[in-house]
């Protein structure tokens, strides 16, 4: 997500925003523009590049106000309906709106809302929003904002721009980051601080856990709305989704990965010849393992930068299509060489098992897989695509069948100690600035209408690592 208020090229400026945090949504985009009279959008399915590739397009979307964002879908329908930002017109306002992230109360808040009379036209949680909104008895659109959001339980940031401001919200325990900045006289928000890099933006702040940031013509303004909870941004924005360059909790993204391949040595070293990383989120964690373990770093896989991200898309057979068109492996650098390859996570195992088999097939005599995560076994509610245990390998296989099953020598994760340690985190607390739920269940906000499918798809591997958990 990425928003601009107060720049005469601020449709412009946001699609070169968005841009630079394509890696971030590859389904579908969209941005809406406006001024104090009215806000008009586009939004479609594809790439940032494919949705506004008339010139046309971006030059209606005129205005000195506009935010927009690329579209992951985690698990929605495909279609134009749910993509982001979505343009509400009323009668006495315009509101456009988006969200990162995925609420657990949505489907008890949508059935109210059905009850008394709300018509969806998205399965997105932004829409939600809307109608508790339009639904509020509060006085000031920023009240009934505050109203609506304090319905909502899940990890969420949320931004708003009506025809008079533009507001970005943080949930209680800022699982998804929300960056401030300032680009000369425009005040901008982003979803990462790369962003702002891209444009030449200062940082000004992080919108904090709870905290509400509104933009208007007299600057602006940040202040809680509700009382923060505790702090967990979601994991995999250190571990797989932020862009190296980018920052988050103060902490550059490069340097977390790196600082991991580094624990990642300690904890789990083997004997070989050479580490190489798969491109591109595993290269800096690789570059820590490689110097920690005092071997060389070889870059034994080439990745086609016109391929996107194979783990956010959202059908099983075109993340294995993906995987065979994205990488290749250099057979001059790994023939005849024991390699440790580096990976950021492993979900479904597609990726793994895909990445191994060309190795080998280059000619590696051995591929020993060491995991810059430890190994995730449930399902995230907090907006990433992996809602049932069925589609993660950890919550069916243990460490030893995946090793196998991906055709490696050997097999090692990360763990969630080391994984505080690389963030900089009080290893004692087990809920201290990150989320830590899909590696071992621990849902600070609960599983709200999540529990009861949650509790049947429980498998016994997850069941025995509960039981041993609780003791």
């Known amino acids: 997500?990425?928003?601009?208020?107060?720049?005469?090229?601020?449709?412009?400026?946001?699609?070169?925003?968005?841009?630079?945090?394509?890696?971030?949504?590859?389904?579908?985009?969209?941005?809406?523009?406006?001024?104090?009279?009215?806000?008009?959008?586009?939004?479609?399915?594809?790439?940032?590049?494919?949705?506004?590739?008339?010139?046309?397009?971006?030059?209606?979307?005129?205005?000195?106000?506009?935010?927009?964002?690329?579209?992951?879908?985690?698990?929605?329908?495909?279609?134009?309906?749910?993509?982001?930002?979505?343009?509400?017109?009323?009668?006495?306002?315009?509101?456009?709106?988006?969200?990162?992230?995925?609420?657990?109360?949505?489907?008890?808040?949508?059935?109210?809302?059905?009850?008394?009379?709300?018509?969806?036209?998205?399965?997105?949680?932004?829409?939600?929003?809307?109608?508790?909104?339009?639904?509020?008895?509060?006085?000031?659109?920023?009240?009934?904002?505050?109203?609506?959001?304090?319905?909502l339980k899940g990890a969420f940031s949320i931004v708003v721009l009506t025809q008079n401001a533009m507001y970005g919200l943080v949930d209680k325990n800022s699982f998804r980051p929300l960056v401030l900045g300032k680009l000369e006289n425009s005040i901008v928000i982003a979803s990462e601080t790369c962003a702002f890099n891209v444009l030449g933006a200062e940082f000004i702040d992080n919108i904090e856990a709870g905290e509400l940031v509104k933009i208007d013509n007299n600057g602006y303004e940040v202040k809680s709305y509700t009382k923060p909870g505790k702090i967990t941004v979601e994991s995999m924005e250190f571990i797989y989704f932020a862009r190296p360059d980018s920052t988050i909790l103060g902490r550059n993204v490069h340097m977390v990965r790196k600082k991991t391949g580094n624990i990642l040595a300690k904890e789990s070293p083997v004997d070989a010849d050479i580490v190489v990383g798969v491109p591109n989120s595993s290269l800096s964690l690789a570059s820590g393992y490689a110097e920690e373990i005092g071997l060389p770093y070889e870059m034994g896989l080439i990745k086609n930068q016109y391929i996107g991200r194979t783990f956010i898309n959202p059908v099983q057979n075109m993340r294995e299509l993906a995987v065979k068109m994205k990488l290749s492996a250099l057979s001059d650098v790994v023939k005849d060489k024991r390699v440790v390859l580096l990976d950021d996570s492993i979900v479904r195992g597609t990726t793994c098992f895909r990445i191994v088999k060309m190795l080998k097939n280059a000619g590696a005599k051995e591929v020993h897989v060491r995991i810059g995560s430890p190994l995730i076994m449930f399902p995230s509610f907090s907006g990433i695509d992996m809602k049932t245990s069925k589609e993660i390998r950890g919550a069916n296989k243990t460490k030893d069948e995946i090793c196998e099953e991906i055709g490696a020598d050997s097999l090692d994760f990360l763990s969630i100690e080391g994984l505080k340690e690389s963030i900089g985190l009080n290893i004692d607390n087990d809920q201290s600035g990150i989320s830590l739920d899909i590696f071992n269940a621990s849902y600070v906000d609960g599983l709200g209408d999540n529990e009861e499918k949650f509790n049947q798809e429980l498998t016994n591997i997850q069941k025995e690592f509960l039981k041993k958990q609780r003791g």
């Open 1 to 151: 997500m990425f928003g601009i208020w107060n720049n005469k090229d601020a449709a412009n400026l946001t699609y070169f925003a968005l841009h630079s945090m394509q890696h971030r949504g590859q389904e579908g985009a969209g941005i809406v523009s406006g001024d104090d009279k009215k806000l008009k959008g586009y939004r479609n399915i594809g790439l940032l590049t494919q949705v506004f590739n008339d010139k046309n397009i971006l030059a209606n979307l005129t205005g000195d106000n506009a935010f927009g964002s690329v579209w992951y879908s985690s698990g929605q329908t495909k279609t134009t309906q749910n993509i982001e930002p979505l343009l509400f017109k009323f009668y006495d306002e315009h509101i456009g709106i988006t969200m990162s992230g995925n609420l657990i109360n949505n489907l008890s808040l949508r059935k109210s809302l059905e009850e008394d009379g709300a018509v969806f036209h998205s399965a997105s949680d932004a829409e939600l929003i809307i109608h508790l909104l339009r639904r509020s008895k509060k006085k000031t659109f920023e009240e009934k904002l505050i109203d609506s959001v304090s319905k």
